[in-house]
């Protein structure tokens, strides 16, 4: 079995500042931009609301390199925290000691607990395959969960009825 990268993620800030929070500017658009850096991003994107309310989602409207875009902002479900993450940069005495494999750290650089998706030309709706995705979390928790013995009990007199 092919193995997979190995890394660890350290959710305390080790006595720095207070974690910034991002809620209300982490946007998920639907492109591709091919660009990792810092953009005055607040100067040309500036999404506002509408007024319309669609399938209980606050509508807002936008424009992205001129395609007009519909988004609405989403809490993150309860029970999940939404994270920025970047790569830990290590000092050179600690990079030294620490071998190739093991070399995958990364920490916490804003926190989030909302965010806003958007559609290109069409409203945003509960079928929308990202708030679809959050339905596959209560699912996993229920996947996951320990079964208890009177429930095997039960689904197993259940199946027994149907055969």
């Given at each position: 079995?092919?193995?997979?990268?190995?890394?660890?993620?350290?959710?305390?800030?080790?006595?720095e500042e207070e974690t910034v929070d991002l809620s209300g500017k982490v946007h998920l658009l639907p492109c591709c931009i091919k660009y990792n850096g810092p953009c005055d991003v607040s100067d040309y994107f500036k999404p506002k609301p509408t007024g319309m309310e669609s399938e209980g989602l606050k509508t807002q409207e936008a424009c992205f390199r001129g395609r007009k875009l519909l988004g609405a902002s989403v809490p993150i479900p309860d029970g999940y925290s939404g994270f920025v993450l970047g790569k830990k940069s290590l000092d050179k005495r600690k990079a030294s000691n620490i071998s190739e494999g093991n070399s995958n750290c990364w920490e916490i650089n804003a926190k989030y607990k909302n965010i806003t998706y958007w559609n290109h030309d069409s409203l945003p709706s509960q079928d929308d395959a990202f708030l679809r995705s959050f339905h596959w979390l209560a699912v996993a928790k229920t996947m996951h969960e320990p079964v208890a013995a009177e429930d095997l009990v039960s689904a197993s007199a259940a199946l027994e009825k149907l055969n």
């Open positions: 079995m092919e193995k997979g990268i190995q890394g660890t993620i350290n959710l305390r800030r080790n006595g």
